[in-house]
């Protein structure tokens, strides 16, 4: 009962979007709207539709995971973090446009190319958000789960994580925005305007699909905030 109140309430709103797209498409048909400028919704489907099948997607979803991972890792071993925190200091406050020569000179234009720079554009919100995170938990937390006998990765798992989820999902929030928008941009810059207007649809969905799932996480991991 409660998804059918839900799929009601949002009824209206879905109806006014297949509304736009179908006057969208009978504009670009009648070349009322120039084609070059606005490909017609069916194509941007097409287009759409190979991104999904080949799951070009992907590398901004695995690389927000593998930070949070990072970041993690680098809150609690004080070694990986001295390490690591000088070149990640070296590298944040350079313009990310800017290495594009380098990484083409040794990456050439491929895929991998294109996947580290979209890496690098989402590195530091959610990597210096975790770690801060985790560095932030407080020591009587968990030194109450060492004494209660919690191993390494339970006390990860009961303590650590929970404690700093708030910090680690406000930066996975900004860093999917800004990997996908890199991505959307660089479909810009090569005029590729049907992947522009798809990977517009990708961020937008999984804008809308991360909020929800980050709102419901937060819910479950940090219930003290949702009273």
């Known amino acids: 009962m409660r998804l059918i109140n839900k799929l009601i309430w949002i009824l209206p709103g ?3 979007i297949v509304a736009l797209l179908i006057l969208a498409q009978l504009l670009v048909m009648h070349g009322s709207v120039n084609r070059v400028l606005m ?3 069916t194509a941007i489907a097409a287009t759409l539709g190979n991104l999904l099948l080949h799951g070009d997607f992907l590398p901004p979803l ?9 970041g993690v890792v680098m809150g609690m071993s004080k070694i990986c973090r001295n390490l690591l925190e000088p070149l990640i200091e070296l590298i944040r406050p350079m313009p990310k446009p800017a290495l594009l020569p380098v990484l083409m000179l040794f990456l050439g234009i491929g895929l991998l190319m294109k ?3 979209v890496v690098l554009s989402g590195l ?8 801060q995170g985790v560095i932030g938990v407080d020591p009587v937390l968990t030194g109450t789960g060492l004494t209660f006998g919690l191993g390494r990765m339970a006390l990860v798992r009961k303590v650590i994580l929970p404690a700093a989820m708030p910090y680690a ?20 810059r090569e005029f590729r ?17 991360m909020n929800y799932a980050i709102t419901q996480a937060e ?3 940090t219930p003290w905030l949702y009273p």
């Open 219 to 221: 819910k479950k991991l």
């Open 14 to 16: 879905l109806v006014f």
């Open 115 to 117: 996947t580290t720079i």
């Open 193 to 209: 305007i049907g992947h522009m207007y798809a990977w517009l649809i990708v961020l937008a969905v999984l804008g809308f699909a």
């Open 39 to 41: 490909p017609p919704p």
């Open 169 to 188: 999902l406000s930066g996975i929030r900004i860093s999917l925005g800004l990997c996908l928008l890199f991505t959307i941009l660089h479909a810009e």
């Open 62 to 70: 695995l690389s927000t995971l593998g930070l949070f991972g990072l």
């Open 124 to 131: 530091f919100p959610i990597l210096i958000n975790t770690l």
